[in-house]
């Protein structure tokens, strides 16, 4: 492993980690209030975040996705305004580690931010909730530079299934298709992780660009309802879209999915939100690991849900997207964003070639967002901002 590992770290320096999804504006949210100077991510955080810039740098991240996530039991405004505090965060980095971090809104501005050796920072929302049920306010939040949205989290929303709730619209309602046109015209990327799988196949049909899955994995390697099944992923070559590896373990080993339910049952039990990662919800959780050892996946285990995604959907539909700060455990080799070249020297072990992996290191997702805005670019010549609300293409 030691040459694979120097190859890694060569690789990536030429080709570096798009990373599809980061949760740390909620860390900062939930630890400190938003307040950058008590968590100065410029310094080693490692006692209380997954990312700070050192340890990006190390992981050989050249662009990150900052999840600009909103919890399923905020709604409306309450939705909205979470939101608008996550994207101000986002951009309070970019503006506070100027010499380390380039906004981007493009793939042109990915390519410029790589060409002058930072790290391009971008945005993701996360949960369709977050848009309260106006195309207004998705046109808002892509120009604050929102560039894409996962169109639900944990919970089903008003017009579309998620993975891990009552599905009560066979996929997308009439509304949900709606926003997903709108997306394709102003060129926000239509992201499926945590939707049903009738959704994905729903947008799939629906969409004019090319879609992500910005943190799921294999569902015929771990059978999660958060994972995409085989034929979802064969589709994405037809739709020229990516499916970015997520590294939670609930998602990529079995063992540890049984075990992650009965850990948020404890703490739900004891009053805390089963995503809660506020020191007292982590000692209660430690607590319970002590008594009911963690199976723990490896490097190895997301390597064998690349592998598979590979061969399904093609190299060149396949991405990154690890989910740090948004998940209380990690595989071993891979605790924090440090942790990328030992994924891909454990790739080049497996025979995966240099040429294959920078397309899984940064050429297919920087292509997937340039598609995506010529896609934008030929609608919105076609059509104007869509007026659609959801109580009359619903109640229809």
């Known amino acids: 492993m030691t040459g694979s590992l120097a ?20 860390a900062l949210r939930q630890q400190v209030r938003y307040d950058l100077d008590r968590r100065d991510i410029a310094t080693d955080q490692s006692a209380h975040l997954h990312t700070d810039l050192p340890r990006l740098r190390a992981g050989g991240v050249g662009a990150q996705f900052w999840s600009v996530y909103v919890r399923a039991d905020l709604a409306g405004e309450a939705a909205v305004s979470a939101c608008l505090e996550q994207i101000d965060v986002a951009r309070r980095l970019a503006e506070r580690y100027p010499s380390e971090l380039r906004p981007a809104l493009t793939a042109d501005d990915m390519e410029a931010a790589r060409a002058d050796g930072r790290i391009a920072s971008l945005m993701g929302a ?8 106006s195309l207004g306010t998705l046109r808002a939040f892509h120009l604050l530079g929102v560039r894409y949205m996962t169109l639900t989290h944990n919970d089903t929303i008003d017009w579309a299934d998620s993975a891990t709730d009552e599905p009560r619209h066979d996929g997308l ?14 060129g926000m990327l239509v992201d499926l992780s945590h939707v049903a799988p009738s959704t994905m196949r729903g947008a799939l049909a629906v969409t004019e660009a090319p879609l992500i899955f910005s943190h799921s994995s294999a569902r015929a390697v771990c059978d999660h309802p958060r994972n995409i099944p085989d034929d979802v992923l064969a589709l994405l070559p037809g739709n020229g879209g990516v499916a970015m590896a997520t590294f939670v373990p609930t998602f ?4 540890a999915a049984v075990w992650s339910k009965r850990a948020a049952a404890h703490l739900e039990a004891h009053g805390f939100h089963a995503l809660d990662h506020t020191e007292p919800a982590m000692r209660l959780l430690a607590e319970f690991e002590a008594e009911h050892p963690r199976p723990r996946a490896t490097v190895s285990t997301v390597a064998d849900h690349l592998d598979h995604m590979r061969e399904v959907a093609g190299v060149d539909h396949i991405g990154l997207g690890g989910d740090y700060d948004g998940t209380a455990f990690l595989p071993d080799g891979l605790e924090d964003v440090s942790g990328y070249p030992r994924l891909i020297a454990e790739l080049l072990d497996r025979g995966w070639s240099p040429a294959d992996l920078s397309k899984l290191t940064w050429g297919n997702a ?31």
């Open 252 to 255: 990529v080993l079995p063992e």
């Open 366 to 396: 920087v292509r997937v967002l340039r598609d995506a805005e010529a896609v934008s670019r030929d609608l919105s010549a076609r059509r104007g901002p869509s007026l659609a609300t959801i109580e009359e293409l619903d109640a229809a």
């Open 7 to 26: 190859r890694a770290r060569a690789l990536l320096a030429e080709h570096p980690v798009v990373d599809g999804h980061n949760d740390l504006p909620w």
């Open 173 to 186: 309602s009439a509304f949900g298709e709606e926003v997903v046109r709108e997306m394709n015209r102003v």
């Open 126 to 133: 996360e949960g369709g909730h977050s848009i309260a049920n």
